[in-house]
């Protein structure tokens, strides 16, 4: 059974940073993408990353561009986004999932709190 955890989210101050981590567990722990998605109250879930297995192709939202960088770890089957210039429209529960192939639905974990907040 694969299981995602996801640690690292808490509040921060306007500006400031956090990186958030997803250790993936379960076999076979091999995959086509890995990344994060975000829900903030009364919004729908929107992506913000997204990376491949090899590392070579990665994804970022408009709105996190330049801010947020994604990056995995496969030894150690985790994968981290690293927030800077953390916003407090950046405020969300931000959910980790892995898809096995393209077209497959993907898995989720339970998610953890970003909040932004002076």
């Known amino acids: 059974q694969l299981q995602l955890v996801e640690s690292g989210g808490g509040l921060v101050q306007p500006g400031g940073s956090l990186r958030l981590s997803c250790a993936a567990s379960?076999?076979?722990?091999?995959?086509?993408?890995i990344g994060w998605f975000r829900q903030a109250p009364g919004k729908e879930r929107e992506g913000v990353s997204c990376?491949?297995?090899?590392?070579?192709?990665?994804n970022y939202a408009d709105s996190v561009k330049g801010r947020f960088t994604i990056s995995r770890d496969n030894a150690e089957n985790t994968v981290y986004l690293q927030m800077n210039s953390l916003k407090p429209e950046d405020t969300a529960v931000y959910y980790c999932?892995?898809?096995?192939?393209?077209?497959?639905?993907?898995?989720w974990g339970q998610g953890t709190q970003v909040t932004v907040s002076s």
């Open positions: 379960g076999f076979p722990l091999d995959y086509y993408e």
């Open positions: 990376i491949s297995r090899s590392g070579s192709n990665t």
């Open positions: 999932y892995l898809r096995k192939v393209a077209s497959a639905l993907p898995y």
